[in-house]
């Protein structure tokens, strides 16, 4: 057996110990990664704004963006999207209308050669909007019995059961959802897995030579949105700094179905509620540098957001297997549910995302022609969940999902190209491109085991993914200005309806095969803004 083998091995049993009331590598990434998102300049350009600033998008990526201001301005930015999964043909659309930014910079010149003015900003941005809906329908070579099994046999194994019986839901009894593991306990009651016949051991139902036709359903609402306070200066023109401490905010929901069907009345459906809801707080350091009239270099620094986030999860499994049960178990279908007044279990974490080192550099050529780069690294194996400050555990509930975290994701760049011409001057036209690389480990994302908690199964692998941008620009005098976008965003993912689960003989693998799942998205932009 090689090593690689032996490492899936180890961490496909420490995934199927997981309790649900545990976070996941899934949770950590699911709030630290950022879409492409600002004003419609700024999105027309790919988002390369980074060396440039006087736009509320460069602000938000470079504070130091804010000094090249040299009057007040105040702008908000809408959009209209229209995303689509698609799945082997069934393509699942959602459209919505919000904000992307809102916000005021204030310019103050002061009687100073060297430090002619100091701006002051508050700004809106939105990072990220969760809005999805997925439908996927497909045969898996392993069904959830298989795995539910396996997390069963591990975690009596492992001493995280003690006694079968302790999995019982029995009325005016203590309720096992407490202490034990969620998805063995729903897979008991449901029969799922029972005793045998000798009641000496609990045995997964056998279905024989029954292919399971699965199909998920999942339903994510939600944003990331980011308020900056900014303050930036200029030295002997040619050197612009700037600072902002930034505040972000999370609202996330998400409801989920995984179905698996073996004959037409004969099946069962594991059913999913999650929310998540916090805040965090994070700064940001930049400058950006004019060595010439022509060129512009900036940099630019995001700390960690250090978020303190409230989770409310709930679990149902509705089955209907009276073909396949012995009659020693006196079988009746039903549905075993987590919390029976639907309020569902609450649990407080704290998360740490990774810093972000943003390069930039832009070519301004007279008041004809812009042309932009920007390059970002994040590095993804420093996201860290822990329990809140205010705690005190004897051991850290979340040693293994970071050792996860350390080993399964890796630097992730993004590079982002923008340009604009100026046909008049009043009109303006603006073509970008941006590429935003996928954060996992490459063989980790081959194997498809990622860390999951308890029943919450279901999981995508992300894609690399491309956007093409494009825009106008519209001066009406020197104190009103209109912009337009649109923004073509594509992304091919893996969705998974539960982990691959390596074992030490290759007969029992448990391999969920994933779906293909194809994201497209328009977006279209426009930005109003007044400059006094």
Known sequence: ?????????????????????????????????????????????????????????????????????????????????????????????????????????????????????????????????????????????????????????????SGAINNPDDLLIVDGGFDPFLDQPWLSVLGRNSFLIHPNSNNTALIPMNVGNNTAVNEIVLNERGYIDNYDFTVGTTINNVLNLGFSLTIKDISYSMTSDYLEDFTETNGYTLSNKLTTSGAGVSAKFGAIYRPMNELRLGLAYHTPTYYALTETFWAELADEMSDFAPDYLGYEPGVTTSNEDGLGFINDYDLRTPGKFVVSAATVLGNRFIASVDYELVDYSKMKLSTPSNTIDATDPYEYDNEYISTDFRNASTIKIGTEYRFTPKFYGRLGYAWMQNPYETEFKKAGNSAVA?????????????????????????????????VYKTQTDDLYPFPNVYAENIEDDIFANPFELKNSSYRGLITLGYKF
């Open 1 to 157: 057996m090689d090593m690689k083998k032996i490492t899936y091995i180890i961490a496909s049993m420490l995934i199927l110990s997981l309790p649900l009331s545990a976070q996941s590598e899934v949770d950590a990434l699911r709030f630290s990664r950022e879409d492409l998102h600002g004003t419609a300049r700024a999105m027309a350009m790919g988002g390369a704004f980074g060396a440039l600033g006087g736009d509320l998008t460069g602000v938000n990526i470079n504070p130091a963006g804010i000094a090249v201001y040299r009057s007040s301005e105040v702008v908000g930015t809408l959009n209209l999207s229209l995303e689509r999964s698609t799945e082997a043909g069934y393509n699942a659309d959602k459209s919505q209308f919000g904000m992307d930014n809102l916000g005021f910079v204030g310019y103050f010149p002061l009687r100073n050669d060297i430090m002619p003015h100091i701006n002051f900003g508050f700004s809106f941005n939105k990072l990220k909007s969760f809005d999805k809906d997925i439908s996927a329908l497909g045969n898996s070579s392993s069904t959830l019995i298989d795995y539910i099994y396996s997390d069963y046999q591990y975690s009596l194994n």
């Open 454 to 486: 308890g029943s919450n199964l279901i999981f995508r692998m992300e894609g690399d993914t491309n956007y093409f941008t494009g825009g106008l620009g519209y001066r009406f005098n020197q104190n009103f200005f209109l912009d337009l976008a649109i």
